[in-house]
């Protein structure tokens, strides 16, 4: 079965570093989401991407953060000067844009900044 | 503040036990809905979906969810767990014609003992 596939599985970082954490969403879906979980809080929606371009973005999704789909198989979010608080759990998600719009999640990132 | 709720945050059942998971939801308009199962060291998995119809819907595993309009509500059942139910589940909603971003509750840990 397919399924979305994320990289690394955990990343240690500096505060005030940049990271990039990459996902390889399921190979015909076109819509493509960025979640996050903060220890011990709920599962935030960050941003969706269609059709190479921002579709809706919440508020924790400043101009710190920006996706980039470079080929036709990854998709990337970036954090330019990583803070404290953003260490999370960062998933990807992947849906075909059908009906039902089910979206399907990767195994996520864990992402430390020290 | 609109919102997805669970009531429960832990709740632990002997084997054979039946499960509730208690769902509430306050947006107006039309709304999916979902239930998604988190595995220990597993990924979100989608355990059914609400869009329309029969509002009591089958999902894998013996899941069943009812939707209840009036009390804007989605709980999970099963009639009989199995220790290996032991999972985080969450909740969560999409507002049709607001874009496809899933607003998640804040999970339940289900703990079955054997």
């Known amino acids: 079965e397919p399924e979305v596939t994320q990289t690394p599985s955990h990343q240690v970082t500096q505060m005030g570093q940049e990271v990039i954490l990459r996902c390889v969403p399921i190979s015909n879906h076109l819509y493509f989401y960025w979640y996050r979980q903060i220890l011990g809080q709920k599962v935030e929606f960050l941003v969706s991407?269609?059709?190479?371009?921002?579709?809706?973005k919440s508020e924790i999704f400043d101009d710190q953060f920006s996706v980039e789909r470079p080929d036709g198989s990854n998709f990337t979010l970036k954090i330019r000067s990583t803070k404290l608080e953003d260490s999370a759990m960062y998933f990807c998600a992947s849906s075909d844009g059908g009906y039902s719009y089910e979206q399907y999640f990767g195994p996520g990132t864990r992402l430390t900044v020290t | 503040a609109q919102s997805v709720s669970q009531h429960n945050h832990h709740v632990t059942l002997s084997e054979a036990a039946s499960l509730e998971l208690g769902c509430n939801y306050s947006y107006g308009g039309t709304v999916n809905l979902f239930w998604y199962v988190q595995y220990p060291g597993q990924h979100l998995q989608l355990l059914l979906k609400?869009?329309?119809?029969?509002?009591l819907v089958k999902g894998i595993k013996g899941f069943e969810a009812e939707f209840i309009k009036s009390k804007f509500s989605f709980n999970l059942r099963k009639p009989s767990v199995q220790w290996s139910d032991t999972a985080e589940y969450f909740c969560?909603?999409?507002?049709?014609?607001?874009?496809?971003?899933?607003?998640f509750g804040a999970g339940t840990i289900l703990r079955v003992k054997s």
């Open positions: 609400y869009f329309s119809g029969d509002p």
């Open positions: 969560a909603v999409t507002r049709v014609q607001y874009g496809n971003k899933l607003v």
């Open positions: 991407f269609y059709n190479n371009e921002i579709s809706e």
